[in-house]
């Protein structure tokens, strides 16, 4: 019973306290190892790491990545001004060809506080609250083109010393041995240049004069410098253009000949033979073999005299030449050209809207499109997207034309070979001339295109009564033209024989409106007068309708077959060259 009585008795005031003690120190503990796992543990940068100007903590390292590159983007392109006492000197970045490796800058930054044990790593984090971490963004450049700046600096001023330099030819290795005295370290100033020119408030980089002892010529130190295996020639594509990295020459010379000859000269320059090995693909090489071939071209005539929309067709040209596609892409015809607005160049020309003429800025975009679109064809690409206009065009026969209204209709096409294709596009004299270079995969291979009119539809006649014309009298203000619609086809041919007759495109064209005023004033007599009021000069193409429409057969045509490339220049058109363009 006494047994019973023990184990039931109440615990004393002082276990309480001692196990209440306990409980909070375990919590305290866990709380701790809870927190500090969270904070050791973070996959996010640490808070107190900066790089730059930029506080990445809490950021991914993608995020990190990408704000650095914003911060610094408008930085690597500024002006720098050296300055060494009152002299100065000025340099570009862009022309010094400085960028920024975010990537492994963001990389190294991300490794603070991670290696260690657990604690060590805790409280290195927790360290960073009153020292944080920060990391220089250092670029690259061209050493060569910096060091020729601080030589041009250094000519300004009256220095005494000079290090010791050299430079490599094709065939030599010249040493110019330098002598004591003031001047400028370029080897600390480069360093120095790229560690802080980031962070320079005012663009301003102060070049200190110190004392210059010159070194000897090191033979081995020169030979790590300079040697090279060579380098080929090679490409990218960045934002659709051609970007080439010129090639390099292996550079080699035997570092103990050369220092015997630098031991037994006392000359200030020396000269010691090198060995030039060229690659396998220069520069010239690589350029020959990028584009060799012809693939496609088209030429379609505009009116010179009309000078803003020739202006337009020449700025659309402009800015699709040179665009260089990579095996696969796709060319937008809008995303090259652009919104066709005053402040991207274009001007006001006369455009078709529905069945109007209307002034709209960029008039004559389409006859660009239109060419590029028959090149292409030709080229023997994939078309991904074309649309044809809801009435005829002047500049390229019925079925072969390609509208484009930005925002909303554009014209697509792939780079469906192996190989990079180039576009080269110009408007001249009246000529807008488009090319495709690329490489011939099948060289016995030509393509040709070929259209059919496969049916038309006549045009609706209003007429409206004039009372003030004598009562018979019909005058035409605007000549109708009947619709059709065509197919096309893309005819491949091999060694001269056809081996392939592919449907390409349907184009369906309305009929325009005919539209004769008619006299209702009393009269004896009168004579039916059969005119035509000629409609304003203006639409995508430019030219002045003719004054009378030949009304299409309606019977089907016959597939009007013509030259594969170089194609020439279609022949006048007799359809009316009214269009209608939502935004040409």
Known sequence: MQLIQNIFKKPSKTTIIISSIVVLLVAIIISFFCIANSTVNNPLFYNGIIIGDVAVGGMS????????????????????TLKCNNNTQHISLLELNASLDANALVETAYATCREGNFFKRFFAISNLKKNPAVFAPVISCNDDALKA?????????????????????????????????????????IENFKNTVLGLSDGIFTVNIENIVPKEPVAAEIYNEVHSEPTD????????????????????????AAQNLINQSSDAVITIPIISTPPAMTTQQLQNSLFPDLLGTYSSRYNAGDVARSHNVSLASQKINEIVLAPGDVFSYNDIVGPRTTAHGFRVANVYVGNRIEPGVGGGICQVSSTLFNAAVLADLDIVYRTNHSLPVSYVPLGRDATVSYGSIDFKFS?????PIKIVASATGGTNLVSIYGT???????????????????????????????????RVQQAGSSGSTYNAYKVTSENGRVIESEFLTRSTYLPSERIEIIGTAPAEESTPVDGETPIADGDDSGETPPAEEPQPSLEPEPPANESSEPTPAPAESTVSDMISNPAA
Do not use: W
């Open 440 to 474: 011939k995969e099948h060289p016995g291979r030509t393509i040709s295109i070929s259209t059919e009119c496969i049916g038309t539809r006549a045009p609706s006649v209003t007429q409206i009564e004039d009372p003030t014309l004598p009562a018979g009298t019909i």
């Open 61 to 80: 390292k993608e995020e990190a990545i990408q704000a650095v590159t914003d911060r610094y983007a408008q930085a690597l392109t500024a002006d720098i």
């Open 233 to 256: 020639a090679s490409y990218t594509i960045t934002d659709r253009k051609l970007v080439i990295t010129d090639h390099k020459n292996g550079i080699d010379f035997d570092p103990v």
């Open 415 to 419: 780079n469906s070979t192996s190989h």
């Open 149 to 189: 700046a601080f030589k041009e600096l250094s000519s300004q001023i009256d220095l005494t010393g000079k290090e010791m330099e050299y430079t490599v030819t094709e065939t030599e290795l010249i040493i110019t041995r330098g002598t004591p005295g003031t001047g400028i370290n370029t080897v600390t100033a």
